[in-house]
T-cell receptor, first 112, second 113 residues
Framework: GESVGLHLPTLSVQEGDNSIINCAYS??????FIWYKQESGKGPQFIID?????DKRQGQRVTVLLNKTVKHLSLQIAATQPGDSAVYFC???????????FGGGTRLMVKP | EAQVTQNPRYLITVTGKKLTVTCSQN?????MSWYRQDPGLGLRQIYY???????DKGDVPEGYKVSRKEKRNFPLILESPSPNQTSLYFC????????????FGEGSWLTVV
């Protein structure tokens, strides 16, 4: 079946460095992708999204890149801070109007 | 304040004893959904609803029921809970198909013994 998945279950970075979290998807019909951040004991929190007609979108300290050719999505966090420590999920929304299909998540650990 | 509210937040119950996890949103959203989150499996969709009286199965609907009698509420019903339904459950909502931001509740920890 089609799925969304992540390459790395855990990513450890030094405070101040840039972080890159990757995600692969296999549903070519998906037209919308979202990154979520989930802190311990809380629900997922929206970070940034991108539609399939775009390659790149920037937010505050975060950038999402979409490569439709290889069905790859990435989240870049600039100047990573301790508060960025969390589990990050990519999610896709297909054209059927269903809600989201989530990847398995990557844990980002920021070392002071 | 925009909110998705789930109750209970924590529950330990016994196998076979029916329970309901309520979900309510105050944003007049059309779309609502239930997910369960398990270690190594991420968030998996149980059921979703595109509007009042419209519900559809997600990826893992077995053992669950839902209802959408009014827009603000989307309860998750476990008619006969089993230990494999021990999980962290999230309710979510958004305003419509074109709306990007999805709001999640704080989660409900359910343990079935």
């Amino acid at each position: 079946g089609e799925s969304v998945g992540l390459h790395l279950p855990t990513l450890s970075v030094q405070e101040g460095d840039n972080s890159i979290i990757n995600c692969a998807y296999s549903n070519s019909a998906s037209d919308y992708f979202i990154w979520y951040k989930q802190e311990s004991g809380k629900g997922p929190q929206f970070i940034i999204d991108i539609r399939s007609n775009m390659d790149k979108r920037q937010g505050q300290r975060v950038t999402v890149l979409l490569n439709k050719t290889v069905k790859h999505l990435s989240l870049q966090i600039a100047a990573t801070q301790p508060g960025d420590s969390a589990v990050y999920f990519c999610a896709e929304n297909n054209n059927a109007g269903n809600m989201l299909t989530f990847g398995g998540g990557t844990r980002l650990m920021v070392k002071p | 304040e925009a909110q998705v509210t789930q109750n209970p937040r924590y529950l330990i119950t016994v196998t076979g004893k029916k329970l309901t996890v309520t979900c309510s949103q105050n944003m007049n959203h059309e779309y609502m959904s239930w997910y369960r989150q398990d270690p190594g499996l991420g968030l998996r969709q149980i059921y979703y609803s595109m509007n009042v009286e419209v519900t559809d199965k997600g990826d893992v609907p077995e053992g669950y029921k839902v209802s959408r009698k009014e827009k603000r509420n989307f309860p998750l019903i476990l008619e006969s809970p089993s230990p494999n339904q021990t999980s962290l459950y999230f309710c979510a909502s958004r305003s419509g198909q074109g709306e990007n931001t999805i709001y999640f509740g704080e989660g409900s920890w359910l343990t079935v013994v």
